[in-house]
T-cell receptor, first 114, second 115 residues
Framework: AQSVSQHNHHVILSEAASLELGCNYS??????LFWYVQYPGQHLQLLLK??????LVKGIKGFEAEFIKSKFSFNLRKPSVQWSDTAEYFC????????????FGGGTRVLVKP | EAGVTQFPSHSVIEKGQTVTLRCDPI?????LYWYRRVMGKEIKFLLH????????ESGMPNNRFLAERTGGTYSTLKVQPAELEDSGVYFC?????????????FGPGTRLTVT
């Protein structure tokens, strides 16, 4: 069965610092990759997605992610965070051979101090 | 356009009782999904409807859980009888068909507490 691993459970950083959240998955076939974000008191929102093509994907709010197939990774980055980026971030994988379902990582809580 | 809505937002019930959760997907979305997050764990897939048909129910934990989507619109998830380990946040999501089927839009979730 496929699994998704997010390396950090909690990250604390100051405004303007750079952010990188790791995500690795275990599945050898073709995948679609996603990052979702849940801001405090809000529902899960899609931050960015990768289906095919350029492995460097740009999403909303200045976020980007890079798919490295050889490393089974899809790390999320933002060069300069803001206080409003405080949220929980989830990496998710869809294995194309397994229908539409998403397999999520455990989530990373990010706290940005003003 | 209205997003995915879920009702209730919170539910507190005693062990052995029955609870029914409701999800209204985005209008026109044929695909509807249920997920669950038990505290401290990852969000886990429960099942997937395409219109009124169950496409994949591989994530349903046991036969105490029953999901329906009569008429292919809203869906309900019933837990009967509830157990302590059923506590968690139940998310519903929906997506369009075709190439957009992988892009799922999530509702706010229902927080279920079984005491």
């Amino acid at each position: 069965a496929q699994s998704v691993s997010q390396h950090n459970h909690h990250v604390i950083l100051s405004e303007a610092a750079s952010l990188e959240l790791g995500c690795n998955y275990s599945y050898g076939g073709t995948v679609n990759l996603f990052w979702y974000v849940q801001y405090p008191g809000q529902h899960l929102q899609l931050l960015l997605k990768y289906f095919s093509g350029d492995p460097l994907v740009k999403g909303i709010k200045g976020f980007e992610a890079e798919f490295i197939k050889s490393k089974f990774s899809f790390n999320l980055r933002k060069p300069s965070v803001q206080w409003s980026d405080t949220a929980e971030y989830f990496c998710a994988v869809n294995a194309k051979a397994a229908g539409n379902k998403l397999t999520f990582g455990g989530g990373t809580r990010v706290l940005v101090k003003p | 356009e209205a997003g995915v809505t879920q009702f209730p937002s919170h539910s507190v019930i005693e062990k052995g009782q029955t609870v029914t959760l409701r999800c209204d997907p985005i209008s026109g979305h044929d695909n509807l999904y249920w997920y669950r997050r038990v505290m401290g764990k990852e969000i886990k897939f429960l099942l997937h409807f395409v219109k009124e048909s169950k496409q994949d129910e591989s994530g349903m934990p046991n036969n105490r859980f029953l999901a329906e989507r009569t008429g292919g619109t809203y869906s309900t998830l019933k837990v009967q009888p509830a157990e302590l380990e059923d506590s968690g946040v139940y998310f519903c999501a929906s997506s369009q068909g075709g190439l957009a089927r992988f892009e799922q839009y999530f509702g706010p979730g229902t927080r279920l507490t079984v005491t």
